[in-house]
Every structure is written in C-alpha cells, then in structure tokens.
C-alpha cells in the first residue's frame, strides 16, 4: 500500500442513511484533512487532524463528524446528508499541520452522490 | 474577495503551443505556494513548488510575485497530456485552493 487510501471509490445513499467514509495514509505524516471538491468549485476544506487531535472545523454541518482513530487512519461518518451535499470527497495528508513547505498529498476520493 | 482567484478557462490550445496560467492571492501572511494538477474525476496531484526567485521544472516555469500577490505558470511546448485542470493554491496556516484552470491541448 502506498500513499493515501480512499474508501469507497463510490457512494450513493438516501437521505436517511448512515454511511461512512475511510481514509488511510502510508506516509508517515502528522495530519490529515477532509476536503470536499463540488463542481466548479474550489476545494472546501472540511476538518484538519493535527496528530490525532482535530485543530480545525470550518463551520461543516453536524450531519458531518469526523473521527480520527490514530495518526493514520481517518473516517468521515454521514448521516441525514442532503442533495446537495453530493461530491467528491477528498482526504490529504500532509508531514505536519502547518508546515509551509511542502504540499499535500491526496487520496483519489470518494464520488458521494446522495438522492 | 476570494482567497484565490483563477481564470477559469477554458484554455484549449494546439500541441506545441506555450500556455500562461495566473493566479492571484487576497492573504499578504500567505507563506508557501504551489501548483496543483487534477485530471478529470482524479484527485489533485503536486505538479511544482513555486519560490521566490521563480523555479523550472522541464516545460514548466512558476514564478511569484509577493509584492502584486500573484503567482503563474507557464507550460511551453504543451503535450496532449498536459490536459487538465491546473490548480493554485497558497499556504498560510492551511491550504487554500483555486477553483482551477481548465486546459485542453489539441493535435
């Protein structure tokens, strides 16, 4: 396994489902962040972990709730989501939060399509 | 003011062409700042840091201008596989993203 792990690659659920989304990073980093990409939009940061301890929130709706079980492993629980919560949902992971000099890395998301 | 500003495109360009990309920033704290690739239904990929002084990668050229808070890119002799959405994105604290450019390169 290499790099950050996204699962599942796909999702399609009603509005009254639970699901959740899991994330898992290989390399070594510190922190790990939720972003959402909707179309034409730019990346919307969602939460940020900073050695599993969550240092931001950017004002995401609590039918959103993030858990970090440890430095590698980072899931997003859904519940009651709306139709316009639809998009890919992408995890990164970066050496340390806060770092400026280098990027991120990201796993290949997951597409969440709520109907 | 957006955080990051890009044009969005879509630029569709011949094979060979050279392509310029700008960016500008509303953050002046804003610390490191790179440009981000992402292919149709993938996730973003680093292409290239870009520092102070300007830096080369092959075909590709970023420069910054911290003073005008803009940041560019320019891809010379494009590929068909240059496609893609090219994003900029600026670092301080947190990375902030653009919405991306959009590039097609045609035979």
């Known amino acids: 396994e290499t790099g950050v792990t996204q699962t599942p690659r796909h999702l399609v659920m009603g509005m009254t489902n639970k699901k959740s989304l899991k994330c898992e990073q290989h390399?070594?980093?510190?922190?790990m962040y939720w972003y959402k990409q909707s179309a034409k939009k730019p990346l919307e940061l969602m939460f940020v972990?900073?050695?599993?301890?969550?240092?931001e929130n950017n004002s995401v709706p609590s039918r959103f709730s993030p858990e970090c079980p440890n430095s590698s492993h980072l899931f997003l629980h859904l519940h009651t989501l709306q139709p316009e919560d639809s998009a890919l949902y992408l995890c990164?992971?970066?050496?340390?939060?806060?770092?400026?000099?280098?990027?991120?890395?990201f796993g290949s998301g997951t597409r969440l399509t709520v109907v | 003011r957006k955080e990051v500003e890009q044009d969005p495109g879509p630029f569709n360009v011949p094979e060979g062409a050279t392509v310029a990309f700008n960016c500008t920033y509303s953050?002046?704290?804003?610390?490191?700042f790179f440009w981000y690739r992402q292919d149709c239904r993938k996730e973003p990929k680093l292409l290239m840091s870009?520092?102070?002084s300007g830096n080369e990668d092959g075909r590709f050229t970023a420069q910054l201008n911290r003073a005008s808070q803009y940041i560019s890119l320019l891809i010379r002799d494009s590929k068909l596989s240059d496609s893609a959405t090219y994003l900029c994105?600026?670092?301080?604290?947190?990375?902030?993203f653009g919405a991306g450019t959009r590039l097609t390169v045609k035979p």
């Open positions: 990164a992971s970066s050496q340390d939060w806060g770092d400026s000099n280098y990027g991120y890395t």
């Open positions: 953050n002046s704290a804003s610390q490191s």
């Open positions: 994105v600026v670092r301080s604290g947190d990375m902030r």
């Open positions: 870009v520092y102070s």
């Open positions: 390399l070594g980093h510190n922190a």
């Open positions: 972990y900073s050695l599993e301890e969550r240092v």
